[in-house]
């Protein structure tokens, strides 16, 4: 059955880094283009980062230069990673990974990161 846990986020000063986790369970994930989003309050989620399985990535223009995305298809499950560096109040939100054309049923629970000033 197909799971999507996030996990790696917390309170960061600004300028700081942090690397999000994403286990993928489900033979499905294996071969998805996977993608970051994110859902500050009151807005919809965001597309900032999508890796398809063959290594392309696209990163968003709001993190380019910031923010990288990977996948480990190696490992069980397979795990998508950000990297978030030099990191904004702006990118305050819950974090969370879907595919790439997100399914609704896909989302979890996602991961707080705050970023203060």
């Known amino acids: 059955q197909e799971q999507l846990v996030e996990s790696g986020g917390g309170l960061v000063q600004a300028g700081g880094s942090l690397r999000l986790s994403c286990a993928a369970s489900g033979s499905l994930f294996r071969i998805a283009a996977m993608g970051w989003y994110r859902q500050a309050p009151g807005k919809q989620h965001e597309l900032v980062a999508s890796i398809w399985n063959d290594g392309r990535t696209n990163i968003a223009d709001s993190v380019k230069g910031r923010f990288t995305i990977s996948r480990d298809n190696a490992r069980n499950p397979v795990t998508v990673y950000l990297q978030m560096n030099s990191l904004k109040p702006e990118d305050t939100a819950v974090y969370y990974c879907?595919?790439?054309?997100?399914?609704?049923?896909?989302w979890g629970r996602g991961t707080q990161v705050t970023v203060s000033s």
């Open positions: 879907n595919t790439y054309r997100p399914v609704d049923a896909y």
